[in-house]
């Protein structure tokens, strides 16, 4: 079984945006940057990846982002997994690998905004819809949901 990981490399961390990129911006035609965050370079923030087999180039085939927002709560983000890897149960261990992570940190709670597509996704790993909560590019409803570890 792929590990999960922190990115390391140089390479590692352009195979970590680039699916971020790919799954979650350029679907909705926005630029090339617009998966990168100011978040991403706080302190205590995890992010984490799961590489395919490779000889060449380093290739994701899922990607996620744990951030810690205070009051012993992290927030996941930036959830994704490359089409060729969907219903492999990769999603499921990045989650389970980002509430470990929150866990040894000392969080007590994660939230998140879903797509609505993925409601259920997280409904089944334990989450629980709070409210809606925005609407990205004008078109993407997303939903607050929470779970405590």
């Known amino acids: 079984m792929l590990p999960i990981q922190p990115p390391r490399t140089p390479a590692e961390w352009a195979a970590y945006y680039a699916l971020r990129y790919a799954?979650?911006?350029?679907?909705?035609?926005?630029?090339?940057?617009s998966e990168r965050v100011p978040a991403d370079d706080e302190p205590g923030t995890i992010h984490a990846l799961l590489l395919a087999e490779t000889t060449g180039q380093p290739i994701a085939l899922v990607v996620g982002m744990l951030q810690p927002t205070g009051n012993e709560q992290g927030q996941i983000r930036f959830m994704a997994v490359a089409?060729?890897?969907?219903?492999?149960?990769?999603?499921?261990?990045?989650?389970?690998?980002?509430?470990?992570?929150?866990?040894?940190a000392g969080l007590r709670e994660i939230v998140l905004h879903s797509r609505e597509k993925a409601v259920g996704f997280y409904e089944k790993l334990g989450y629980t819809v709070v409210e809606p909560s925005h609407l990205l590019f004008?078109?993407?409803q997303h939903?607050?949901?929470?779970?405590?570890l």
């Not at 939903?143 to 405590?148: A, D, P, T, Y």
């Open 138 to 140: 004008d078109e993407i």
């Open 83 to 104: 089409p060729e890897a969907a219903g492999q149960g990769l999603g499921q261990r990045m989650v389970a690998y980002l509430e470990a992570q929150a866990r040894g």
């Open 23 to 33: 799954v979650l911006r350029q679907p909705w035609q926005q630029p090339l940057g």
């Open 143 to 148: 939903f607050l949901m929470r779970k405590q």
